[in-house]
């Protein structure tokens, strides 16, 4: 009994052992065809330093922002020690937008973009009339006041600035600004996706996309949507962290994101990882020259970069023809 | 009579200060128009009006199509798609995903 029980037991071993190995290698192989179509469904992408899914990198960018928004500002002038201000005046004078130009600033954000652009304008607007005013000095007052009419009746059409952040606290932060500011009209504030912007064709004088470019998980789909919603002469500008040219300040820079700002960021912001985020971030986005090239696959024509602050950022530009 | 006197010195004092909080912001704004503006905006108070300027510009992500802008539940329709945006704080949101389905239509979701 006992012996044909072991046979027994042995042979449902055996059996077992056969199914098991039959069984191991149909995983096997079925878990490396998976691998493999994976592989090809799920691409993966960057954050930061980190290696994620593509739909994942936008949540986690979301959250990012959605911490920071309130400090963003704030946050900006302590790591940049007030030099972002500086970056973005360049980009408006580089930008040089005459009145009744629409603006579209896209990852606007707070706003700091169109608030300035729209102070440039309505400075211009002053200039443009105060010259004119002059030209017309030597008429009579009679001849000012109809002046005056005209320039009301055919006023050339309003500057109008839309900005547009995939990110809802961002907007609301912007929009108490622009409230406290006392901006009412030629601003307007949409939440929309840079890779599917939710614009006609042809709308737009100006696209800008300031420290934001980095952010997106398919930057050549947000170029494209760029050209689609630019005018025929429309032009792209970009700011955006790029490669410092020279080693010395390439060393301090390097100590500088790493060290200090992640630690400015958890003091001021209470958040260590989103500023952690933000360094790795600038460290994995491509250098002047590709991103150059990045833009003249996407269409756009006279692309240039220059670099502000030894290269830390780069303001590249790009026209619609 | 007396307490009717003092009530309206104080909704008197109180309108005094809110105009004199404002007119900072009136002295901002460059345009003439703009002020005037300002000045009612601020007294409409708290569903900031939809900016039918923006309906000009903006478009379904999805299909380029003009949105109609629906008052009653203060969204952005497609009506090709049968998809709404909501407008929140007067900021529409033209995020695919967050567009609701109007239940007439029964097509895809947009949320692929």
Request: with cysteine; charged share 25%.
């Amino acid at each position: 009994m006992a012996a044909s029980v072991r046979l027994l037991v042995r042979r449902a071993i055996r059996v077992s052992h056969r199914d098991i190995t039959v069984s191991a290698a149909g995983v096997c192989g079925r878990s490396f065809c998976r691998c493999f179509s994976d592989a090809a469904q799920e691409r993966s992408t960057h954050f930061g330093f980190e290696t994620v899914p593509e739909a994942e990198k936008a949540d986690r960018v979301y959250k990012v922002f959605e911490n920071v928004a309130q400090k963003y500002d704030i946050m900006n002038d302590a790591m940049s020690l007030g030099i972002h201000r500086l970056w973005k005046d360049m980009l408006l004078h580089a930008m040089h937008p005459q009145p009744g130009a629409r603006l579209l600033d896209v990852a606007g954000g707070t706003g700091d973009i169109a608030f300035r652009f729209l102070e440039y304008v309505s400075s211009q607007q002053e200039r443009q009339q105060r010259r004119a005013a002059r030209s017309s000095q030597t008429l009579s007052w009679h001849d000012i006041s109809n002046n005056y009419s005209t320039v009301e009746a055919d006023r050339p059409r309003e500057s109008t600035a839309v900005v547009c952040d995939i990110n809802k606290e961002m907007l609301k932060v912007g929009k108490q600004k622009a409230d406290s500011m006392g901006i009412t009209t030629g601003l307007s504030w949409v939440v929309g996706d840079a890779e599917e912007l939710p614009f006609d064709d042809d709308q737009f004088d100006i696209y800008t996309i300031a420290f934001g470019i980095r952010n997106v998980t398919h930057i050549d789909q947000a170029l494209q949507e760029a050209l689609r919603v630019l005018k025929p002469g429309g032009r792209f500008m970009c700011l955006e962290f790029s490669k410092v040219t020279n080693p010395l300040l390439a060393r301090l820079y390097d100590v500088y994101s790493f060290q200090v700002i992640p630690v400015l960021g958890e003091v001021i912001a209470g958040d260590w990882k989103s500023y952690q985020y933000l360094v790795e971030s600038i460290r994995r986005f491509p250098d002047q020259e590709e991103f150059k090239s990045m833009i003249e696959d996407a269409g756009f024509y006279c692309v240039r970069y220059s670099n502000l602050t030894g290269g830390v950022v780069a303001l590249h530009s790009g026209f619609k023809l | 009579m007396f307490k009717n006197v003092l009530s309206r010195f104080l909704s008197e004092t109180l309108l005094f200060q809110r105009n004199v909080k404002h007119t900072p912001s009136l002295r901002r704004v460059g345009a003439i128009s703009a002020p005037l503006r300002s000045f009612t905006d601020a007294k409409d108070g708290e569903q900031p009006p939809f900016d039918a300027a923006l309906l000009e510009v903006l478009v379904c992500p999805l299909s380029k199509k003009p949105l109609r802008y629906e008052a009653k539940t203060n969204e952005l329709i497609n009506e090709e798609l049968g998809i709404a945006y909501p407008i929140i704080d007067g900021i529409p949101n033209m995020i695919p995903q967050e567009a609701r389905l109007i239940k007439r239509e029964a097509s895809d979701t947009p949320a692929q």
